[in-house]
C-alpha cells in the first residue's frame, strides 16, 4: 500500500483545514487508517485512527472535539478536518495503514504534508 498524504499548507490560529490521503492497492478497504504528527525537535505522536469499516475512531486527547477522522473506502481516500487550529498543531503530519485497530505502530506510512499554524 502506497500513502500519498496532502491538504497541508499555512493557515491562521482558528483557521481549518481538511488533510486528505490517497491510498493505492487494494488492501485499503482492510486497513485501519490513522494520522500521526511531528513538530520539529519532538517526537512523533498520534493523531488518530479510524477502522476499516470507519465504525470506529480514536483520538488523542489534545485534538479531540476539533479534528475528525473519516474515509471513502470507495474512493481509498482517508481525510482528516481540523478546526480550531492552534500554533501547537504545527507539525508534519503524516498518513499511516495499519493491520490493526491501533495508536501505535502503524504498518504503512506516507510522506507526510506539512501543516503550519500561525498566532
Known amino acids: 500500500v502506497q500513502l500519498q498524504a496532502s491538504g497541508g499548507g499555512p493557515v491562521q490560529a482558528g483557521g481549518s483545514l481538511r488533510l486528505s490521503c490517497a491510498a493505492s492497492?487494494?488492501?485499503?478497504?482492510?486497513?485501519?487508517m490513522g494520522w500521526f504528527r511531528q513538530a520539529l525537535g519532538k517526537e512523533r505522536e498520534f493523531v488518530s485512527v479510524i477502522s476499516w469499516s470507519g465504525s470506529s475512531t480514536y483520538y488523542a486527547d489534545f485534538v479531540k472535539g476539533r479534528f475528525t477522522i473519516s474515509r471513502d473506502n470507495a474512493k481509498n481516500t482517508v481525510y482528516l478536518e481540523m478546526n480550531s487550529l492552534k500554533p501547537e498543531d504545527t507539525a508534519v503530519y503524516y498518513c499511516?495503514?495499519?493491520?490493526?485497530?491501533?495508536?501505535?505502530?502503524?504498518?504503512?506510512w506516507g510522506q507526510g504534508t506539512q501543516v503550519t499554524v500561525s498566532s
Open positions: 499511516t495503514g495499519s493491520n490493526v485497530f491501533r495508536t501505535r505502530d502503524h504498518d504503512y
Open positions: 492497492g487494494r488492501a485499503f478497504s482492510r486497513l485501519a
